[in-house]
């Protein structure tokens, strides 16, 4: 009876893992759409469950309101920064007849065997271009961003409008007991809106005041730079000053001492802010540690592509999470009940 047990628990667990990997390798390429709806999901829950039980509006409608919300506060506005970084960095790549470019060839310096006309304008071009592409890279794929967008709004759906029972059975699938599910339903929480909002407000904050500086000491292109600012301040160490550094080289090198100490300036401050704004932000929102969003996004934009950025840091931080809980049940526990034991006996 035993030998019939074992081999049906054997049996089953291996149809299970082939029919899981199968539905894993058919699935991953639209991850993101998982993963996004997710996020969504629990950004906008509270928001859900304020329609419903407040407003009393039916749960399938508030979830279609809710969705709208999303596309107007964040797809469409992403679109058109998308869409604004691309036609001015294509202007830039293309029109070598602006003032900037022009001022770059007459620059003047007989250091030999170093030309710095050619390097500056092979470098300036090939730098734009690249960003440009790294802005659009997740979007060249047409029908699988669409398929991608679909899965995602689809999934988000129905995480919206049974959110009370997804509660419940996702309680049922951790391996945890009822407190530890709740602690660590509490904590995701804290931590997702600690990361998206945290990173979010940085990246504004950070894109809006290098676009206002270069606007005011007469920059060209200060939208797409202060765009590409924001993107860039995702990115850890190397972010935001390849963009001010080029400049403030540029401006060195024309004589122009005063305007190059302001960008200088200009830039180390933003560069700087992010290590007081965002370490409080996160502290103060999910207790989360600076390393965490430089080793997740070191993670997650080779895994996710530029969704990584957000994705990478969360992972991260609910490994560290679910390990903790592990550690207090199984670890902690294991080891007051042998002290017990033994204190017994």
Known sequence: MNKNINFNKIISIILLSIIGLFLIYYLYPYINGFLGAIILATLFIPLQ??????????????????????LALIIIPSFFIIKTAYIEGTQI?????TTFFKEIKSLNLNIP????????????????????????????????????????????????VYYKENKVLLKKLL?????????????????TYATI??????????????????????????????????????????GIPLIWIPYAIFYLL??????????????LFINYSEYFIRPLLQKKMGNLHP?????????????????????????ISYFILIYKIFKEEYIYENSDKKNNFEKKN
């Open 175 to 191: 391996p945890f007991n009822n407190k530890n599910s709740d602690i660590l339903l509490i904590e995701f929480k804290k931590i």
């Open 113 to 160: 065997l170093i030309n710095f006309d050619k390097i500056v304008l092979d470098f300036i071009p090939k730098f734009t271009n690249w960003i440009t592409h790294f802005f659009i890279s997740g979007i060249n794929n047409v029908v699988k961003s669409v398929i991608t967008i679909i899965i995602m709004y689809f999934v988000l759906f129905y995480l919206l």
């Open 93 to 97: 790549i293309n029109n070598t007849n």
């Open 197 to 238: 909002i945290a990173t979010g407000l940085v990246a504004v904050f950070q894109g809006f005041l290098l676009s206002l500086s270069f606007y005011f000491l007469g920059i060209n292109y200060a939208v797409y730079w202060g765009i590409l600012a924001a993107i860039l301040s995702f990115l850890p160490v190397v």
């Open 291 to 315: 390393l965490v969003s430089i080793i997740g996004i070191f993670v997650g934009i080779p895994a996710f592509g530029i969704i990584g950025i957000v994705i990478g840091p969360l992972l």
């Open 254 to 267: 024309k004589n122009n001492i005063y305007l190059a100490i302001a960008i200088i300036v200009i830039g």
């Open 49 to 70: 469950k304020l329609f419903v039980n407040k407003f009393k509006i039916n749960s399938k409608i508030s979830a279609i309101i809710i969705i709208i919300l999303t």
